[in-house]
T-cell receptor, first 113, second 118 residues
Framework: QKEVEQNSGPLSVPEGAIASLNCTYSDRGSQSFFWYRQYSGKSPELIMS????GDKEDGRFTAQLNKASQYVSLLIRDSQPSDSATYLCAVREFSGGYNKLIFGAGTRLAVHP | SQTIHQWPATLVQPVGSPLSLECTVEGTSNPNLYWYRQAAGRGLQLLFYSVGIGQISSEVPQNLSASRPQDRQFILSSKKLLLSDSGFYLC?????????????????FGAGSRLTVL
């Protein structure tokens, strides 16, 4: 089973700061990576996907991928209290002819005013 | 756009009782469907996935089973629940049709069913 590792947190940042969330994965052949946000008691929602090395920006969110280091991160600029949630890193696995997403356990982010 | 319906939203069941959770998808045909479970404070664990009617793949051996009786319906069942079956059960849609390694299918989740086994 491929593994996806995240620091469980909580990561506490002040409002307006940059939050940096990290994720490592075990399968060097992985090609597709995703960040989901999950508010307490709710289902996960997709924030970002990234497939190529480097940075991908979408509003206040930037995903960074380094396949050589098997490392993917999510930066949240100008953090807001509404960003407080658990962030799940996911890696797409293709085996047996099927796509599956393998999730990390998530990092809990707390943004305090 | 696709809509995923899950029910019931919440249920409390005694140990040893049966379980049936239902998921239906609107706005697509031939969807790839998945069941995930999230135990309290834990990550998402893939339980089953299905690429078509009657086609079920199991990821983790356990007392749960899944069925795909119709194209857009995915059911999770158990004959006898265990305490360890408690959790947040999520149905997800992940694209449609044949899958390729270069495909960029993303998962979209339903609202989930929260199960407490007492």
């Amino acid at each position: 089973q491929k593994e996806v590792e995240q620091n469980s947190g909580p990561l506490s940042v002040p409002e307006g700061a940059i939050a940096s969330l990290n994720c490592t994965y075990s399968d060097r052949g992985s090609q597709s990576f995703f960040w989901y946000r999950q508010y307490s008691g709710k289902s996960p929602e997709l924030i970002m996907s990234i497939y190529s090395n480097g940075d991908k920006e979408d509003g206040r969110f930037t995903a960074q991928l380094n396949k050589a280091s098997q490392y993917v991160s999510l930066l949240i600029r100008d953090s807001q209290p509404s960003d407080s949630a658990t962030y799940l890193c996911a890696v797409r696995e293709f085996s047996g002819g099927y796509n599956k997403l393998i999730f990390g356990a998530g990092t809990r982010l707390a943004v305090h005013p | 756009s696709q809509t995923i319906h899950q029910w019931p939203a919440t249920l409390v069941q005694p140990v040893g009782s049966p379980l049936s959770l239902e998921c239906t998808v609107e706005g697509t045909s031939n969807p790839n469907l998945y069941w995930y479970r999230q135990a309290a404070g834990r990550g998402l664990q893939l339980l089953f996935y299905s690429v078509g009617i009657g086609q079920i793949s199991s990821e983790v051996p356990q007392n749960l089973s899944a069925s795909r009786p119709q194209d857009r319906q995915f059911i999770l069942s158990s004959k006898k629940l265990l305490l360890s079956d408690s959790g947040f059960y999520l149905c997800a849609w992940g694209g449609q049709g044949p899958l390729t390694i270069s495909g960029a299918n993303v998962l979209t989740f339903g609202a989930g069913s929260r199960l407490t086994v007492l």
